[in-house]
């Protein structure tokens, strides 16, 4: 299965909707001058969601070296790849002790 597929399916997985692959954006995200992300987000159009058209997701390894799979839908405020990037970031940071 490519990246893509596995993101297609975490779409599905998460949010219970097909999607169609879209674009590549690259994104460098940093917070007090460090780097917190550095990679590709894919952008999905999403068909048949009733909140949101768009979804926007990648790929990262834990500490451990998991692949993790993270699908942001694109809903206010979420408006942009860079959105869903800063959004999981805080999200991440407030769930850890």
Request: proline share 5%.
């Amino acid at each position: 299965m490519t990246e893509l597929e596995q993101l297609k399916k975490a779409i599905w997985d998460l949010h219970g909707c097909e999607s169609k692959y879209s674009r590549s954006v690259a994104v460098h995200e940093t917070f007090e001058g460090q780097t917190v992300w550095q990679g590709a987000v894919e952008v999905f159009d999403l068909l048949n969601h009733p909140l949101a058209k768009i979804a926007y997701a990648w790929v990262y390894k834990t500490d451990s070296g998991e692949s993790r799979h993270v699908a942001v839908l694109g809903v206010p405020p979420i408006n942009s790849p860079q959105d869903a990037i800063r959004a999981y970031v805080v999200a991440k940071a407030r769930r850890s002790p």
